[in-house]
Every structure is written in C-alpha cells, then in structure tokens.
C-alpha cells in the first residue's frame, strides 16, 4: 500500500510539474463531468440552443442551472462516482499523453483500454439508478429484460462504482510505471539465467 | 499465476467488458432512434440481390435502388413521429421501381442523382435523430378536464409532469415544482400524471397512483394535490412505504370517506387511467422519472428528463412564457 502510494506521489510529481498536463487533465475532468451531468438532457439543451429570438445570456443560463442537476438529480453515491469517474479519467488522459510523450506506447495503450473499460462502464451507471438508470434501463429494456435493473444490490449503480474502480487501478498502474525508471530491464527468465551462469563460473574457480 | 500471465488476462478481460460495454451503448442508441437506417440498407441489400439473380430487372443497381427509397422516404415516414418506417413499406418501395425501372438516364446522369439522394437521405435521417426526443414530446397530450392540475387552469405556460409515487427523485422534484408554480403568479400551471415504474417499485407505485386517483375522484382537484403533498412528504420512496397504513391514514387526514376510499382502492376503475398515463409518457419520450414536458401557449414543447434543479425549471418555463 506504502509503495503505491509512493508512486502515485512521484508519478503525479512527474506529470503535474507541467501545466500542460494540469490544463489536459481538467479540460478532460471537466468535459466528462459535463457530459455526465447534461447527458439526460442534450436533446432539450439542443432545443433551447436552436430556438431563435433568445439571448445567448439566457440559453447559457439555462445550460449552467441543469448543472445543479449533481445535488438534485444524483444519490449522494451517484454524485460521488460521477465526480470520481471525470477526476480519474482527467488524469488517467494526462498519464496516458505522458507515457506516450515518453515513448512508451505499450504501457500507455494497455492502461488506455483500462481506462476506457471504467470510461465505459461509468456511462452505464449514468442517470438516476433508482428511476431508470438512463442508458442501463434502454439496454435491457431492449432485450426485455428491464426488471434485471431491479434484482441488482444497487439497481444499476454497480456499474457506475465499477467504472470509478477500474479507472483508479488505471491510475494505479500508469504510476508505478511512470515512477519506474526508463531503463532496458532483462526479462525475469533472462536474468535467472545470468544469475545461474556466474554462480556456476564461481563454483569452477 | 505468474504475474505476466496475470496482467494479460487482466488486459484481455478489460477488453472484453470495454468491448461489450460499447456494443451495450450501441444497441442503447440505435433502440433509442428508429427508423434504423443500417435495417432499411440491409432490406435494400436483400432485395437487390434478389433482383440481380432475377433476369426480369436486367442492369438495376444499388444505387438505383437507393434513390429510389430517397424519392419516396418522406412520403414514408409522413406518418407519426418515432414510428419508423415499416419493412413492408421499403419492400413495397423497392418492388414499385422494379416495376418501373426501365434505365431511361444515362448511366452519369443516373449515378450524379443517386450520389445526391443518399446524402440527402443520410442527412435527414441524422436530422430526424438529433430532434427526435423533442419531436415524442410533442406527442403529449395536451391538458383536458380530466387532469389535476395545481394553479391557475388558464396559465399560458402548463409543466407536465409524468411521476412515480416510489421514486426518491420525484419527491424532490415535486417540492421543487411546487415552489417554481407558486411563484410564476398565475402565470405557470402543473399537470400530474401517472408514470409508475413497475419494474422498480413493483405493486406499491401503481396502488399509490390509483390512490392518488380515487382521492381526485372522492374530493375533486384539491384533494388530489393534497393527498400528492402529504404522500411525498411521509413516505420514504423506493419501495419502502407500508402502503396498508399510509394510504387510509393520508385519506383520513384529507377528510375522505375512508369506506369509500378503501372500496374506490380495491374497485380497479382507476386502472385504465393509468395505463394510458404509462402509454402517454413512454409516446413522449419517458425514460424514467420524473419526466416533464413544458408546453408554451403556442404549443412548443421542452422536455425535461429528472429532477434538475429549481432554476432550471423557473429558466425553461420562462422560455416558454417567450413564445407566442
């Protein structure tokens, strides 16, 4: 736990050092809290948005007060993924640029799949879970199987904590590879190998 | 395990549920969006490889085909909003010009027009998806004597409410509403319905709404928002309310006729009532509740999905106190 901790430390020293990163990880944060938030309500935000003869003052208005939706709108659990989920694939954005900046493509794309599977995950847990989550309830509805949301613990929430954890080990994981130094590292048969071969030259001396 | 063994199969799980996560949004969307454009290409596909095996229709092509259901489509789905266009009426589209194809244009000429049409039948089917939910809001019925309506009957500005009894949401909402309606002086009205999500709250959302009803029925409108008030504010939703003691106790305390009440519960007069309210709300849009439609003197609709908070409700119905 210790060192995790230590390298989630010196991985954030790394990246955050520049404000390049910070602006990347809040534009992301930020545009995914927002999509969370008005996502039950493009439509209408369209409709607003093209109804002539309004002042653009009024039609923001209207788009900012929806985002009082996160008190009204969400659980106290819900709002809480929901923050959690824009936090974490704010910085796991910022990381995966970083380890691609780095050239190290590899990890950057493994943990990228990580991220988008809690990305993903989160979006079905979207909405209000205990009167429809929004996409979860269209999915099943679709098969016909809309009480399935029902015979879940927490009525499709699940999915939306789910989403939190994954991009947390995420997070976790691009850390302790960004704390790692770059360095050519033998594999570990590689290096057992080596060990034995010395050991054995020792024992002939 | 061995740990390289490991972070593959972490990777590949990962993928697997990233993959299926997104064909879940998917088929989300595309249940969400008739008429479905990819069935319409794959009939259209069907019958063009029917057609090329048959010696009747020498030299159709796709393309031909394509322009076809670009002429017609709007006379196809002239019909009434978000029911798609039918498989039986693309066949019956296709079989017309077979009947009709005779390769009068030149093969240019024939394929600028067909280049046209498919881009102008993408484009309105992409037009026809971004409008869509405000189009099914526009399918709500408009307010009639039957309906409970909270201030004044004749404000220009109605907010149309589609609610559950069990639903946590909804009682914040209902609050929130109240106020908004309170204050417009005169000027916004509200409109109860019924929305029951049986799934969720199986059994008691539906008695509580026929509840509501036989309160409407045994003591006019008032008791009715009365009853709606004093149940929001007891109970603790989401399936929680012990509905054999709330439901006589709020018809005592609003001064119903309890045998009349409990006789109106068991009777299932109400029941037709709220199977339509269901109907109406899911014609209109409704994935969940609450769901609103705000309905201008004009007649333009705003539909609002959840329980936003009060100013963007008191911003909307202004809105709509703009339109003529």
Redesign the interface.
Known sequence: MRSYLGDLRTAFAHVFAHAGYIALASTVALATFLFAVWF??F??M???FR?P??ALI?KL??AL??L??I???F?PLSAGYTIAIAVLFGINAAMIVYLLKQNRAMAAG?NF??G??GL??G??GI??A??????L???L??FGA??A??LLPL?GEEFGILGAA?LLVSVSLMSKRIAAPISCEPSPARAKQRESAIASRRDRC | MKPETQNKLTVTVVIAAVVIAAAALVIALRMSYPPDEARVVQLIEQRLAKAESSEATPGLNEAQVIQLIEERLPAATAGPVGKGISEARVNKLIEERLAAQKGALSEKEFNERVERGVIAFIEKQRRAEQERPNQLARNVPRPGKSDHTYGNPDAPVTLIEYSDFECPFCKRFHGSVKQVIDESKGRVNWVYRHFPIEQLHPVKARKEAVAAECAGELGGNDAFWKFADRFFELTPSNNRTDIDTVLPQIAREIGLNEKQFASCLASGRHDQRIDKDIRDANASGANGTPWSVIVSKGGKTYALSGAQPQAAIRQLTGLALQEK
């Open positions: 039950p309500n439509a209408l369209g409709d607003v109804t003869g309004v009024a208005q209207i007060s929806l009082g939706g008190v009204t709108n659980n493994q799949a990580i988008s599977g993903a995950s979006t079905l909405g209000c205990a009167c429809g989550s929004l996409v309830s269209t999915v509805s679709s809309a009480g949301l029902a009525q994954l």
